[in-house]
């Protein structure tokens, strides 16, 4: 547990070392040899499938940490315009999976949620870019934890009437200068499902130099 901890912690100082970098001739950061151990990372993102969650509720300290690593997540010139919406209300969750039409399923069973939006006044035309990288640390953290984490996409689908984002803000409250990337449900598993493995990679995907 603290080895996996390490290593989630130094790559967010990295990508934020990184992301906030001003002057492209500043030195850059690396990791001494031998200082992370091999292969962590690679296991915690094979185990980070999506999964059957029970209602056993969350205890609040793993939320705070599950948004702790996503507050870290870099964004573009380190304007950090992505925020969160943490629901667990139960009949609230039900609304939220009605304001997609279709594949809210895993929204609707969550014991708790959280709604990834982005301030468009302050994040600009990559908004989605960096609501998604956000997105993504709060899967890695919910399997760290423990926790089972699906995606489930909201901008660009179809609501009740409207849009699912236009929706979802109405509901919430949400200020018309934000937008609605996804909802990201979460819960404690109820099976462990088989990890990836690498059997099967297509690696003649991944290109050097050119395509």
Same mark, same amino acid.
């Given at each position: 547990?603290?080895? /996996?901890? @390490?290593?989630?912690?130094?790559i967010i100082i990295l990508t934020v070392a990184c992301s906030n970098r001003q002057n492209p001739g500043q030195a850059s950061v690396t990791v001494p040899s031998g200082s992370v151990p091999d292969d962590v990372l690679l296991e915690l993102v094979k185990t980070a499938v999506p999964s059957v969650v029970t209602l056993m509720k969350i205890a609040p300290e793993i939320l705070d940490k599950i948004t702790t690593v996503a507050l870290l997540a870099p964004s573009s010139h380190g304007q950090n315009p992505v925020? @969160?919406?943490i629901v667990e209300d139960k009949e609230m969750l039900r609304e939220l999976a009605r304001r997609k039409r279709i594949g809210a399923g895993p929204v609707e069973r969550a014991t708790a949620a959280i709604v990834v939006i982005s301030n468009r006044n302050n994040g600009g035309e990559l908004w989605i870019e960096d609501a998604s990288v956000a997105s993504t640390y709060i899967l890695l953290a919910a399997e760290y934890y423990g926790i089972g984490a699906c995606w489930n996409h909201i901008r660009g689908r179809e609501g009740i009437k409207t849009s699912s984002d236009e929706e979802i803000k109405e509901l919430l409250g949400i200020p018309s200068h934000y937008a609605v990337l996804n909802i990201v449900a979460l819960?404690?598993? /109820?099976?462990? /499902?088989p990890p990836r493995t690498e059997d099967g990679l297509d690696f003649n995907k991944v290109h050097k130099e050119k395509f």
């Open positions: 547990m603290r080895t /996996k901890l @390490f290593l989630l912690v130094s925020e @969160f919406i819960g404690h598993k /109820k099976e462990n /499902k």
